[in-house]
Structure formats: C-alpha cells, structure tokens
C-alpha cells in the first residue's frame, strides 16, 4: 500500500491548495490560515445566537398564500469556518468538484470540532447527510456531504461515551432526494425554494407479500405493498450535514420531512456559509 501510495504521489503530486508547496494538500502554514468560527450566529439575520440557533425574530415564518406564520423545521445552522478566509474555498471546491476525497479529514475534523463545542450531544444524536438526486451522484461518483457525515460521526465515537451516554448514531439512507433540481446557485431568494419545494422524502423499501400457494401458468401473484420507514426517528435530534450553505434553503427542505416523520430537533452543519 506504501509503495502504491509513492507511485501514486510520483505519477500525480500533490501542492497545497493554499500555498502550491509540494508534497500535501494543505501544508501546516496554511493551515493555520483557517479561521473557525467561535461565536455562532443566526443563520437569518447574523444576530449571536447560542449554536447557530435561529433568534426568536426569525425562528418564524410565513409560507406564501398564508396569512399566519409557522416555525422552521430547521433549529439552527452550525458553522465550522469563515468561506472566505484562508483556504477553505478552494478546500470545499476541490473536494466537491475535483475528486480529492482526502480533503474530508481535514474538512471533516473541523466540523467535528465545532459540532462538540456547539451541541449537548449527551441525550444523543443521530448524523445523516443532506442526499443527491441518484443522477447527479452518478455523474459525481459520491456524495460530497455523505462523506463528511461519515467522517464527523466516526470522529465523534472515537472516545468511549461516558457511562450512561449512548454513542453518535449515523445513518445515510434515511432521506432522499426524488427531483433533480437545477443547482442551487443559479437561483436567489424565493426561486431557491421554489427551485427545492418538494424535492425530499423519507426514504421507504418496500416488502411484499403473497397471498395463495395454488397457483397455475398464467396466473399473476396477489401482491399488497407496504411501505417500511427505514429507522424510527420519532423523539430524536438529528445533525444534517452539507459542505457550503447560502441561504439555508436545502437544509430546511431536508429538515421539513425529517421532522414530519418524528424528529425532534434537526440542527444543520457545514463547513463554510458561502
């Protein structure tokens, strides 16, 4: 694996994202040039606000053709680092669209970091990932946010819990994304929602049963379908995990049905607000 690994390196160098210098992704100088984010914010109005917690002016909202207002479905937004400062741009850029898959450590640690900081995880939390149209992960060959959500709970559960504490629960089957939609930043505002409206769902597999044994040529089998919910979420906090949010618009669409289907509290993290 070492010498595959030294071919590799030979065949195709690395340089640092943020300074060239050969020989690793993101030397340790520039490193250092990240700026992570120590005191969250309202994803809304950028007022302070305790985890990324949208404040009380704009935990509320009003859906269009309605004249009362209704809770997001979404709690907050927990940010790991400032976009445009130091590397991290290009980091996210080239790991979404440029295949360098290693770079999840290093995006992935700070996540993990800021998601300890920022969130009482002693009752629990279950960490999933914001889905790809079945299309659009084909053509990319991964799901860039799955990856991190991977990375943030295996980092998570290194340490053993305290007693009484249950480990970080991960599960990336639990929603998926029905419509391919036209990427996010072609749009603003309304027509991002617009854009995403009724693009997820709980993610169901199907079970069959079969009523009769006696059966002859030509005869089609009875079937009834029933649709399985993957896992319970009923009571549970869960973390949505995606690379860059704008305007936070895929994280509440997500939050939306996971709540419709019993979550408790649904908090999203990124890496970056972009």
């Known amino acids: ?32 040039e990240i700026l992570l984010v120590k005191t969250q914010v309202c994803p809304e109005c950028g007022r302070v606000s305790e985890y990324g917690e949208y404040c009380s002016k704009d935990r509320f909202i009003k859906p269009k053709g309605t004249k009362s207002k209704k ?39 700070l996540m993990a970091k800021t998601l300890k900081d920022n969130l009482d995880i002693a009752n629990g939390i279950l960490i999933t990932a914001v889905p790809l149209h079945f299309l659009r992960r084909a053509q990319r060959g991964y799901n860039q946010s799955e990856l991190l959500a991977e990375y943030v709970a295996d980092k998570m559960n290194e340490r053993q819990p305290k007693a009484g504490q249950p480990r970080v629960e ?3 089957k639990i929603i998926k994304k029905i419509r391919r939609t036209k990427p996010q930043i072609k749009f603003s505002g309304k027509k991002r929602r617009e854009n995403l409206k009724n ?51 895929t994280l509440n669409e997500c939050a939306k049905v996971l709540r419709e289907a019993g979550a408790k509290r649904v908090w999203g993290l990124v890496v970056a607000k972009g």
């Not at 030979?10 to 490193?31: D, T």
């Open 71 to 109: 809770a997001r479905a979404l709690a907050g937004i927990i940010t790991a680092a400032y976009y445009e400062e130091g590397p991290v741009k290009e980091l996210i850029h080239n790991f979404k669209y440029n295949h360098i898959l290693e770079l999840k450590d290093i995006l992935g640690g």
């Open 170 to 172: 991960k599960n990336f």
């Open 1 to 32: 694996m070492a010498i595959f690994q030294f071919l590799l390196d030979l065949i195709f160098p690395k340089f640092c994202l943020g300074c060239q210098k050969e020989g690793v992704w993101l030397c340790r100088s520039c490193q250092r």
């Open 199 to 249: 693009s997820f769902k709980i993610s169901r597999r199907t079970r069959f049963s079969v009523f009769g044994r006696k059966l002859k040529l030509g005869l089609r089998y009875p079937f009834v379908e029933q649709d399985l919910s993957c896992v319970s979420l009923k009571g549970k906090t869960i973390v949505l995990v995606d690379d860059v949010t704008t305007t936070g618009t």
